[in-house]
């Protein structure tokens, strides 16, 4: 299934992605950064990048109204990491869940 993503920017190890979401509050960067934890397994840590710091911020909810164009952008990096590493499993660990953010995918 195909689903409108972001264009985004990788390194050359595939662990760093970039990309830029649009809509009603401007152009917000966002950093999705996968980090080895163990024997070809991977964190995701995924959120808005703090200039200032070059931090992830993964507390920040920037309601650009593009959420289903982020996460399928999110997604399509799994799948690049996945093709162009040793990567075999990906560990996922929500930050906070927020009920208005489920409910815009039902």
């Not at 024997?39 to 808005?48: E, K, Q």
């Not at 593009?66 to 075999?88: G, I």
């Amino acid at each position: 299934m195909y689903l409108p993503r972001y264009q985004y920017k990788t390194n050359s190890g595939f662990l760093d992605y970039e990309f830029f979401s649009e809509g009603p509050k401007g152009k917000i960067k966002k950093v999705i950064r996968y980090t080895k934890i163990g024997d070809a397994v991977f964190n995701l840590a995924f959120g808005d990048l703090d200039e200032a710091t070059g931090e992830i911020s993964d507390t920040v909810v920037t309601n650009n109204n593009d959420s289903r164009k982020v996460l399928a952008t999110v997604a399509a990096t799994v799948y690049d990491l996945l093709t162009n590493t040793q990567a075999h499993w990906l560990s996922l660990r929500a930050v906070r869940f927020q009920e208005q953010d489920f409910t815009e995918w039902v």
